[in-house]
């Protein structure tokens, strides 16, 4: 894993769901100031913040999946489909960080226009599907998770 940090599993769910949904507001301020330097046409710094808050993503993702993804398949695998499909967007957020992430932050001054275009696109783009991630698994996969949980 890319953090190196472990994974807890003794942190009871609701807790955790709570200090997700925390993260999501932390990550939230990031991506508006990333959104700032975009229309600024800092594209560097735009990248810089976001390396800043990659690692963070990276073992946020890992412990939805680890964690939340468990609980949901031994309880309610009948219910799982919508979450899954969810945790998949995991796919392409790893991918924008371990490679596209580096181009751009390779992309200087705007000395190439079609190249800065595109790197703005693609920084807009990032964090709007970021944006709608968080949105879908506050709305269907830790309602879910906790729901489950407590149905013991
Ligand atoms: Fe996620």
Redesign the pocket.
């Known amino acids: 894993m890319a953090s190196g940090s472990k994974i807890n599993f003794d942190e009871p769910i609701p807790e955790m769901i709570k200090r997700l949904e925390i993260e999501h507001k932390e990550f939230e301020s990031k991506l508006a100031e990333v959104k700032t330097c975009v229309e600024d046409n800092n594209i560097m710094h735009a990248a810089e913040i976001i390396r800043s808050i990659s690692d963070k993503i990276i073992h946020?993702?890992v412990e939805?999946e680890a964690r939340l993804m468990r609980v949901i398949m031994r309880k309610a695998k009948e219910q799982s489909s919508e979450s899954v499909k969810i945790m998949q967007e995991?796919n392409w957020v790893m991918r924008f960080l371990k490679n596209r992430l580096i181009t751009l932050e390779k992309v200087s001054a705007p000395s190439d226009t079609d190249e800065c275009a595109q790197a703005k696109n693609d920084l807009n783009e990032f964090v709007d599907n970021l944006r709608a991630?968080f949105k879908e698994?506050e709305q269907i996969v830790f309602p879910l998770t906790l729901r489950v949980e407590r149905a013991d």
């Open positions: 946020h993702a939805e995991h991630h698994e």
